[in-house]
């Protein structure tokens, strides 16, 4: 079996900012019990399960916002994800008492001062990003003026007369949707002011995905919540025209879909553990 282990692999800067500043809460005698997540600290059961044999308590329920989750926290300290919050929930927290710490990647960051500043120079700001996703659900608890676009046919609902428009996006779309919603926006709106913010992890796995060499199965590790996870799957998919499949760790791999494959791929996501695609790749060796 010929195996490609496709580059870059491993924790993007942001998990890593975020994994650090949790073991570093863990290691702080003088930190503020219970220490809770509000929802994952990063996309990956295995790492947030990790952190809850080391005493961190993750707050999450599927359908519930950050502000909603929030209500479940009286006390201790509260570590707010690599996702980013809102002003709200940074608001709640402090009007409750609890230890704040913040875990947001520096690229989430910029985008919420970028949305700042163009909505205070009296900007109509529009947002493209992935519907009751946490980052998306930060950024767009700035105000409730932006305008928020999931796709192409969102934009035929976009009623703008101003000429001063700025566009952002969430920072781990498919850099391939995103060049056709800006290039309609634009096409809409030719004074619109396009501010791509995809991340540049996002962007090399994308393109290392788009231009990987044929093989019969590729195979991406990594958690099924995780938005840069699953554009790859999408990437590999469309643009190298490969099977492709998620897995989360190997005993979730169907094995079946190794038979009669004589070639294979492996990628994963930015918050994927690479000992989950190591022992991925071992197993396939010893087939
Ligand atoms: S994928 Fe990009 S935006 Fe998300 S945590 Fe990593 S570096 Fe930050």
Same mark, same amino acid.
């Given at each position: 079996?010929?195996?490609?282990?496709?580059?870059?692999?491993?924790?993007?800067?942001?998990?890593?900012?975020?994994?650090?500043?949790?073991?570093?809460?863990?290691?702080?005698?003088?930190?503020?019990?219970?220490?809770?997540?509000?929802?994952?600290?990063?996309?990956?059961?295995? @790492?947030? !399960?990790?952190?809850? =044999? /080391? $005493?961190?308590?993750? &707050? *999450?329920?599927?359908?519930?916002?950050?502000?909603?989750?929030?209500?479940?926290?009286?006390?201790?300290?509260?570590?707010?994800?690599?996702?980013?919050?809102?002003?709200? @929930?940074? !608001?709640?927290?402090? =009007? /409750? $008492?609890?230890?704040? &710490? *913040?875990?947001?990647?520096?690229?989430?960051?910029?985008?919420?001062?970028?949305?700042?500043?163009?909505?205070?120079?009296?900007?109509?700001?529009?947002?493209?990003?992935?519907?009751?996703?946490?980052?998306? =659900?930060?950024?767009?608890?700035?105000? *409730?003026?932006?305008?928020?676009?999931?796709?192409?046919?969102?934009?035929?609902?976009?009623?703008?007369?101003?000429?001063?428009?700025?566009?952002?996006?969430?920072?781990?779309?498919?850099?391939?949707?995103?060049?056709?919603?800006?290039?309609?926006?634009?096409?809409?709106?030719?004074?619109?002011?396009?501010?791509?913010?995809?991340?540049?992890?996002?962007?090399?796995?994308?393109?290392?995905?788009?231009?990987?060499?044929?093989?019969?199965?590729?195979?991406?590790?990594?958690?099924?919540?995780?938005?840069?996870?699953?554009?790859?799957?999408?990437?590999?998919?469309?643009?190298?025209?490969?099977?492709?499949?998620?897995?989360?760790?190997?005993?979730?791999?169907?094995?079946?879909?190794?038979?009669?494959?004589?070639?294979?791929?492996?990628?994963?996501?930015?918050?994927?553990?690479?000992?989950?695609?190591?022992?991925?790749?071992?197993?396939?060796?010893?087939?």
């Amino acid at each position: 079996m010929k195996i490609n282990k496709i580059e870059p692999q491993g924790y993007c800067h942001g998990v890593i900012n975020a994994i650090n500043i949790a073991n570093k809460i863990l290691q702080n005698n003088d930190i503020k019990k219970p220490i809770y997540f509000l929802g994952s600290i990063i996309h990956n059961s295995h @790492v947030i !399960k990790d952190f809850e =044999e /080391k $005493g961190i308590i993750t &707050i *999450d329920e599927k359908g519930k916002s950050r502000l909603e989750l929030l209500d479940m926290i009286d006390e201790g300290t509260v570590i707010f994800s690599a996702h980013g919050v809102s002003p709200q @929930v940074y !608001k709640k927290a402090m =009007e /409750k $008492g609890v230890n704040i &710490i *913040d875990a947001t990647c520096p690229m989430v960051k910029l985008v919420h001062n970028k949305m700042d500043k163009y909505l205070n120079l009296g900007y109509e700001c529009i947002y493209i990003g992935t519907k009751n996703h946490p980052e998306c =659900e930060g950024v767009l608890g700035i105000s *409730d003026k932006i305008h928020f676009v999931t796709s192409v046919s969102d934009i035929n609902n976009l009623n703008i007369t101003s000429s001063s428009i700025y566009v952002t996006n969430q920072t781990t779309l498919s850099i391939y949707d995103i060049k056709d919603i800006f290039n309609e926006l634009k096409n809409k709106y030719p004074s619109i002011l396009i501010d791509d913010k995809i991340c540049n992890a996002t962007t090399i796995r994308q393109e290392a995905m788009a231009n990987q060499k044929k093989v019969d199965l590729c195979i991406v590790v990594g958690d099924t919540k995780s938005s840069n996870t699953k554009k790859l799957v999408k990437v590999s998919n469309e643009h190298a025209h490969i099977n492709t499949i998620l897995c989360e760790d190997l005993k979730s791999l169907d094995k079946s879909l190794l038979k009669n494959v004589k070639s294979i791929s492996i990628s994963s996501g930015a918050s994927t553990p690479p000992y989950l695609v190591d022992e991925i790749i071992d197993y396939i060796k010893k087939l």
